[in-house]
């Protein structure tokens, strides 16, 4: 099941940019993979040994199939610390034959609060499916002055874990977890990544230099090209099911800076 491909979308007002990335790498069906655990006594997960700053990080991600209400998969970039930047995706269960849900988040200095959800357009319990986060700088620098703070100083681990969540994952809460069918087990196949490695004093400018060698730093990737933005648009209209930025009651009608930036 190795080339089932799936685009992941985490579109952050993209000033704090997930794009879209077309994974091009080529994984192989060996059994270098990880099965995560979950039963009544806990949950399981799995986080690099090395920190990184800026690039691309896939994960191949075969979720429970069936009954998996009450579940959460995750796959995320997370530094460490009071102040720390992340970036999510989490994947919430449901009940045999309801979607899974799609969460996506984004921390900066501490602060998250910019969830977005989506209904995924293929099976992700059907076979492994690819999801890649890419980061790279260059919405801070083009919005340097609107003080949004970006997650550009802190390198980050990667991280994957399967939980229970019965309290709010599912329809609200309301569904909770079948222990009966326990345990419940996910499959992640080892990431492909091509990211700055970061954990000497330094590297961080290291990893921003506009070089040759750190791709993500060439001018194609400062936004989504034409094909992904169309792409992105579909995906937003057709599957999105929440988005922070039109969440009014939540803020009042007073949005966090970033929602009324162009995105993505
Ligand atoms: C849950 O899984 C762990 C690790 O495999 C195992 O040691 C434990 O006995 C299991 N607990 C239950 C309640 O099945
Ligand atoms: C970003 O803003 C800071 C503070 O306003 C300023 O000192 C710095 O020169 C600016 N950097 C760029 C790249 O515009
Ligand atoms: C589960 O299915 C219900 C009904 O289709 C849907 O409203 C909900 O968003 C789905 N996802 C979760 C995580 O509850
Ligand atoms: C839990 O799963 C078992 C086995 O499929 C089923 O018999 C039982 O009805 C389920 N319980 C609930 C509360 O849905």
């Not at 995924?120 to 002055?145: A, K």
């Not at 329809?171 to 492909?192: E, H, I, M, S």
Request: glycine residues 8%; hydrophobic residues 30%; charged residues 20%.
């Amino acid at each position: 099941m190795g080339n089932l491909r799936a685009i992941l979308i985490a579109s952050f007002a993209s000033t704090i940019a997930l794009q879209i990335c077309l994974i091009q790498a080529t994984f192989s069906d060996s059994s270098d993979g990880v099965e995560l655990m979950l039963n009544k006594s806990g949950g399981t997960g799995i986080r690099s040994t090395i920190s990184y700053m800026y690039g691309s990080i896939t994960m191949g991600i075969k979720l429970p199939s069936g009954n998996s209400a009450g579940t959460v998969t995750t796959f995320y970039l997370s530094s460490t610390g009071d102040k720390h930047d992340e970036i999510d995706f989490e994947f919430l269960g449901n009940v045999t034959g309801e979607p899974y849900t799609i969460h996506t988040n984004i921390y900066t200095q501490g602060f998250g609060q910019r969830e977005q959800q989506f209904k995924p357009w293929f099976d992700p319990s059907d076979g492994y499916h690819y999801y890649t986060i890419f980061w790279n700088f260059y919405e801070v620098v083009n919005y340097n002055d609107s003080e949004i703070n970006y997650p550009d100083s802190q390198p980050m681990k990667a991280y994957s874990s399967f939980w229970n969540a019965d309290d709010w994952a599912t329809q609200g809460g309301r569904v909770k977890t079948n222990w009966t069918l326990a345990p419940f087990r996910a499959d992640l196949q080892t990431y492909w990544t091509e990211a700055c490695y970061c954990s000497d004093e330094g590297c961080v400018k290291r990893c921003s230099d506009k070089n040759p060698k750190n791709w993500w730093t060439k001018p194609k990737f400062k936004k989504l090209n034409g094909r992904q933005n169309k792409q992105m648009q579909e995906i937003r209209d057709n599957y999105m099911i929440y988005n922070y930025c039109t969440d009014v009651h939540r803020f009042n009608g007073d949005f966090p800076k970033e929602c009324s930036l162009a995105q993505y």
